[in-house]
């Protein structure tokens, strides 16, 4: 069946580094793909998305390209900051007549200042 | 504003209780969905509804149920059948109409048996 794998946290930065986090999934067709943030004690709210091959979702800083050859979704920032602080959920969507979405374990981040 | 609403944001249930959590949107969404989550673990959807009157189980539904009597509303009911409840549940929310369509969460019902 359908899977996300995401590289285990928690990633501890410093403000200002650049950040990578690793997600690659395992889907039968052609899944649109999600990058999610979940604050502390909140619900997951989207950060960016994207749906065919090479696309590149963006967001706040944060970018994401659909790799169908490596079958990956890799989330990067440039200079990340305190308020990144958070959990984020790599997902993916497929299928028809009723969606079911698969989220990754997530992976926490700590900015330090 | 639209959006989704959970409560309440904290529920203590003692043991052999029965218990029902509360989600309501007001987004006009089609779709509805409950999940829980564990610390250290992604999200495991428990029911899905697509339309009213009509909710499919997940992947973790066994001492759980679910009613869709209205679009705007899918609640929750954790039943005492559910060995291990302490948890937190998240609703959401969205069109379905293909499979981009976003996720819109709640803000969270935190479940703690004593």
């Known amino acids: 069946g359908d899977s996300v794998t995401q590289m285990e946290g928690p990633v501890t930065l410093s403000e200002e580094a650049f950040l990578t986090i690793n997600c690659t999934y395992t889907?039968?067709?052609?899944?649109?793909l999600f990058w999610y943030v979940q604050y502390p004690g909140e619900g997951l709210q989207l950060l960016l998305k994207?749906?065919?091959?090479?696309d590149k979702g963006s967001n706040k800083g944060f970018e994401a390209t659909y790799r169908k050859e490596t079958t990956s979704f890799h989330l990067e920032k440039g200079s990340v900051q305190v308020s990144d602080s958070a959990v984020y959920f790599c997902?993916?969507?497929?299928?028809?007549?009723?969606?079911?979405?698969?989220f990754g374990a997530g992976t926490r981040l700590f900015v330090k200042a | 504003d639209g959006g989704i609403t959970q409560s309440p944001k904290y529920l203590f249930r003692k043991e052999g209780q029965n218990v029902t959590l509360s989600c309501e949107q007001n987004l006009n969404h089609d779709a509805m969905y409950w999940y829980r989550q564990d610390p250290g673990q992604g999200l495991r959807l428990i029911y899905y509804?697509?339309?009213?009157?009509?909710?499919q189980k997940g992947d973790i539904a066994e001492g759980y149920s679910v009613s869709r009597e209205k679009k705007e509303s899918f609640p929750l009911t954790v039943t005492s059948a559910q060995k291990n409840p302490t948890a937190f549940y998240l609703c959401a929310s969205s069109m379905e109409r293909e499979a981009a369509d976003t996720q819109y969460f709640g803000p969270g019902t935190r479940l703690t048996v004593l």
């Open positions: 509804s697509q339309i009213v009157n009509d909710f």
């Open positions: 994207a749906t065919k091959a090479d």
């Open positions: 997902a993916l969507s497929e299928g028809t007549g009723g969606f079911k979405t698969i």
């Open positions: 889907a039968t067709g052609y899944p649109s």
